[in-house]
């Protein structure tokens, strides 16, 4: 390692400890967006056999939960030994939720959020050795609609960008039947597209499962009034239909949007993380 990744790691760590030191993970290449990654490097790591995470929060892909289901998501997992990269992936943003310009203008709608997913993967494993990561235990975890981006990438990229494992929280899973979260459908599709049967197959994730998924934690609740939790009992059914390596944790309470948080959600539904971290024990390090 030379003197200025020694010098760029230690200014990394301390900031990273702080409040996270970002970057742009597309400087440097042909997309002229900024998409920031914010690091949070565990100083109990163990350099040959550490996990890391990219945290994507939820937000009905129109905006993010940067706090409780992105920062805070970040600092717990540094606080329990695990690397948390928190991705600012590109969403439709108020605006397209207000109006419908998109049926006039692109705007943001997909591919761009699992552009920026396999894009933060691409950069992290480039620059394993700054970050002391393990580039082949770099996982997604995801919440609301971040947790279908996360498990999008697990089924939609090349085995290359494939992340290592899938945490899933309350995900948004179908873009079809009676079950959709048509929010984020509509801000994942756009509003001319939002339509598009062939898009809103290939984006209903129980129906792409594969063979050689990674392993999957999946949690939501039964008491969920936001995204249907039949949502994540799809996925569960596709990913034993698969014989996928996978546990999905059902709570009766807890509702939507608990992230991290020590507050919301319910004593019952707070234990996901509890539970994630004896799962990563087991089948991960």
Not at 196 to 205: C, G, I, P, Q, V
């Amino acid at each position: 390692m030379s003197k200025q990744q020694v010098v760029f790691l230690l200014i990394l760590n301390m900031l990273s400890t702080v409040a996270g030191a970002q970057v742009n993970i597309w400087e440097g290449t042909s997309v002229r967006k900024r998409v920031e990654l914010t690091p949070y490097i565990s100083e109990d790591q163990q350099p040959s056999g550490n996990l890391s995470v990219i945290v994507c929060p939820g937000g009905s892909y129109f905006w993010h939960d940067s706090e409780n289901e992105g920062h805070a998501v970040g600092r717990w997992l540094q606080t329990n030994g695990i690397n948390a990269f928190v991705l600012n992936y590109r969403t439709a943003q108020f605006p397209a939720f207000l109006t419908h310009y998109r049926l006039l203008f692109r705007g943001n709608r997909y591919p761009d959020p699992q552009d920026d997913l396999r894009q933060a993967i691409r950069y992290i494993k480039a620059h394993a050795e700054t970050y002391r990561v393990d580039s082949s235990k770099i996982g997604v975890m995801g919440f609301s609609a971040g947790g279908h981006l996360a498990m999008s990438a697990a089924e939609l990229f090349d085995p290359a960008d494939c992340p290592a494992f899938v945490v899933a929280v309350y995900p948004v899973v179908t873009m079809t039947g009676p079950y959709v979260h048509k929010r984020s459908r509509r801000g994942l599709l756009g509003d001319s597209k939002s339509g598009n049967e062939a898009l809103r197959d290939l984006l209903s994730l129980e129906r792409h499962v594969t063979p050689d998924c990674p392993p999957v934690f999946l949690v939501n609740c039964m008491d969920d009034p936001v995204v249907d939790y039949r949502n994540s009992v799809l996925l569960d059914s596709a990913l034993t239909a698969q014989h996928i390596d996978h546990r999905y944790v059902l709570f009766t309470t807890g509702g939507h949007g608990f992230g991290a948080s020590e507050e919301k959600g319910t004593a019952e539904s707070r234990q996901w993380k509890t539970l994630f971290l004896e799962w990563t024990e087991e089948k991960l390090k």
